[in-house]
Nanobody
Framework: QVQLVESGGGLVQTGGSLRVSCTAS????????MAWFRQTPGKEREFVAT????????YYADSVKGRFTISRDNAKNTLYLQMNSLKPEDTAVYYC????????????????WGQGTQVTVSS
């Protein structure tokens, strides 16, 4: 019923910026909770940031706090992640996640996932 498609990933140098987006289709009116996760080969999926439906509250992983900004445009059914001051450690596949309820920081609490977009930060 819900499809999520990420875009905007790519290759960027250390210290650079990148914005990834996630466009939702289907029953988007139910997507009160949205978040970004990331994953590298051999590692468990890691929480990055989440935002409430109103956009008034956001929570970030300590590793990205102060560098990344999550936002959402409900009229466009789009979630964004602005990534600044990128580091090689940020290299990962970034996934958009959504749930009918606010799901916090735990990956298994989310019902819908995008296909992921690769972000590579070179030294």
């Amino acid at each position: 019923q819900v499809q999520l498609v990420e875009s905007g990933g790519g290759l960027v140098q250390t210290g650079g910026s990148l914005r990834v987006s996630c466009t939702a289709s289907g029953r988007t009116f139910t997507l009160y909770g949205m978040a970004w996760f990331r994953q590298t080969p051999g590692k468990e999926r890691e929480f990055v940031a989440t935002i409430t439906w109103s956009g008034g509250n956001a929570y970030y992983a300590d590793s990205v706090k102060g560098r990344f900004t999550i936002s959402r445009d409900n009229a466009k059914n789009t979630l964004y992640l602005q990534m600044n001051s990128l580091k090689p450690e940020d290299t990962a596949v970034y996934y958009c996640a959504a749930s009918s309820l606010y799901a916090g920081t735990i990956s298994h609490a989310y019902n819908y996932w995008g296909q992921g977009t690769q972000v590579t930060v070179s030294s």
